[in-house]
């Protein structure tokens, strides 16, 4: 008798150990600042955008970076999206230390895992906006037959029918963010990196992209990193990362609020 109870404990101990060794694997960060040190050289004096900074971002994380201006999120957007490179500390792309990785690996890993969103939509303005989705894929190697039925189907997505052929001057602010969301989207990109993506646009078309973002997140599962000056879209993420001077100085979990 005594010894079948204590078999028992056994078994559930053991599913007890697995269950948490699963959950530690789910918990990888998908990108990884270390000790993070970006410094600036003009003239003389050095500026220190990012002083030691340590971060972790997790599969299905949707998190904003708060921060007055010049307190160092675009420069570590940047960082997260392995644009720039430290002047000390490490980036792992999951779990892998990016400055061993040659500039081809790289180039590939970036197109493949980080979609950029910016303030100023950044399109090539000779293109239409099936052109500019599409062409992020063109430095993946991917065919035009399939370029083309992706972008198609990714304006489709962001509400865009009816704007395929049109160039970036023929749209509204709020359309061009949503062609460049597209763009982002376009490689199928794990990560969303986002710097003021409502910055130049008024808040009702604001709100749109924040629902758009939202939506990516939520029925899509992708993980969002939105950088902003706007402390009313907190609320559509799931954690809150505060800099000011280079250094993180907050890291918040918070409950999204319902959409
Ligand atoms: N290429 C550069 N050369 C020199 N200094 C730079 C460079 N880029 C940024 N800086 C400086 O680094 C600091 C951080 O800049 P960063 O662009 O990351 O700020 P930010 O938080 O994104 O600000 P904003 O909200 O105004 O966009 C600032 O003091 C800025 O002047
Ligand atoms: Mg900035």
Redesign the pocket.
């Known amino acids: 008798m005594e010894k079948r109870v204590k078999t028992k404990i056994k078994s559930v101990k053991k599913s007890k150990s697995k269950s948490k060794k699963s959950k530690k694997t789910k918990k990888e960060p998908i990108i990884e600042l270390k000790n993070l040190w ?1 410094t ?3 003239g003389k004096v050095p ?1 220190h ?2 002083k030691s900074v340590d971060l972790k971002i997790y599969p299905g994380d949707f998190v904003i970076i708060l ?11 940047n960082m997260i999206g392995a644009l720039d490179v430290p002047t000390k500390g490490k980036i792992l792309l999951n779990g892998k230390d990016t400055s061993k990785f040659e500039e081809s690996d790289l180039a590939q890993i970036r197109g493949q895992k980080v979609g950029f969103v910016f303030q100023q939509f950044n399109l090539m303005p000779v293109l239409s906006a099936l052109q500019n989705v599409s062409m992020p894929m063109m430095f993946q190697d991917v065919p035009e037959e399939e370029r083309l039925e992706r972008a198609e189907k990714l304006l489709k997505m962001v509400g865009l029918e009816d704007r395929m052929t049109h160039r970036p001057t023929e749209l509204s602010g709020g359309e061009q963010q949503r062609v460049a969301i597209a763009r982002a989207l376009s490689n199928d990109t794990e990560v969303l990196l986002a ?2 993506p409502t910055g130049n646009l008024d808040s009702k078309t604001g709100k749109q992209i924040m629902h758009l973002i939202s939506k990516l997140h939520k029925e899509n599962g992708k993980t969002i990193v939105l ?1 902003t ?1 706007d402390i009313n879209l907190v609320k559509y993420a799931h954690r809150t990362v505060k ?1 000011k001077d ?1 250094k993180v100085v907050m890291d918040n979990h918070h409950k999204p609020v319902k959409i």
């Open positions: 970006k600036y050289h003009l500026v955008a990012l921060g007055s201006s010049g307190s160092g999120k675009s420069t570590m957007m710097d003021e950088v000056h800099l280079g």
